[in-house]
C-alpha cells in the first residue's frame, strides 16, 4: 500500500499527529491543570477535571493508536513501535484503574493544591505521564518510518 499520488501524501501520518496531539493534551492536563485552576478558577468546572476525562481520552487514544500503529507495522514491521505502543496503552490502562480505586469521585489528582504538592507525587500521574511517552514515542517512530517506507494509512 504504497502512497504515489500527491493527495495521499498530504494526508500521510495524520492519525499519528492525531494521536501525538492527544499525548500533548494529556500532558497539559497532568502537568498544567493544577496551575491553570489556580490562575483561572472557572477552568475547574470544565471537563478538563472531570471524573470521567481520563476514561474519555483513553476511548480517544486507543482507537487511534490502534489503527495507526497496526496500519504502519503492516508496512514497515517495526518490533519497537508495536512493543512501546503496547507498553503504553498497557501503562495508560493501569493508571485509569489506579486512579479508579483511589479517588473514586472526581480528578482529584488534577485539582489538587500546589502548596501542599507542587510535584505530583501519586503513582497515577506518573503512570500517566509515562504510559503518554511511550505512547507518544511509538508515533513519533511509526510517523518517520511510514515517512521513510512511503506508506499512508493517515
Known amino acids: 500500500m504504497g502512497c504515489t499520488s500527491t493527495a495521499n501524501h498530504r494526508s500521510h501520518g495524520l492519525l499519528d499527529h492525531l494521536a501525538i496531539g492527544m499525548?500533548?493534551?494529556c500532558a497539559v492536563h497532568c502537568l498544567l491543570t493544577p496551575?491553570?485552576?489556580?490562575?483561572?478558577?472557572?477552568?475547574?468546572?470544565s471537563f478538563f477535571l472531570h471524573e470521567d476525562f481520563h476514561l474519555w481520552m483513553l476511548l480517544l487514544v486507543f482507537p487511534t493508536t490502534g489503527f495507526a500503529i497496526f496500519?504502519?507495522?503492516r508496512r514497515h514491521k517495526d518490533k519497537w513501535?508495536?512493543?512501546m505502543s503496547a507498553i503504553g496503552l498497557s501503562i495508560l490502562i493501569a493508571a485509569l484503574v489506579h486512579e479508579r480505586m483511589h479517588y473514586a469521585a472526581h480528578c482529584e489528582s488534577c485539582a489538587r493544591d500546589l502548596s501542599e504538592e507542587p510535584i505530583p507525587m501519586h503513582a497515577g500521574a506518573w503512570l500517566s505521564t509515562m504510559g503518554g511517552l511511550f505512547l507518544a514515542g511509538a508515533h513519533v517512530r511509526n510517523f518517520r518510518l511510514c515517512r521513510k517506507s512511503r506508506c499512508n494509512h493517515g
Open 35 to 45: 496551575i491553570l485552576v489556580m490562575a483561572l478558577p472557572i477552568i475547574a468546572t
Open 71 to 73: 496500519m504502519g507495522c
Open 81 to 83: 513501535v508495536a512493543s
Open 23 to 25: 499525548a500533548a493534551v
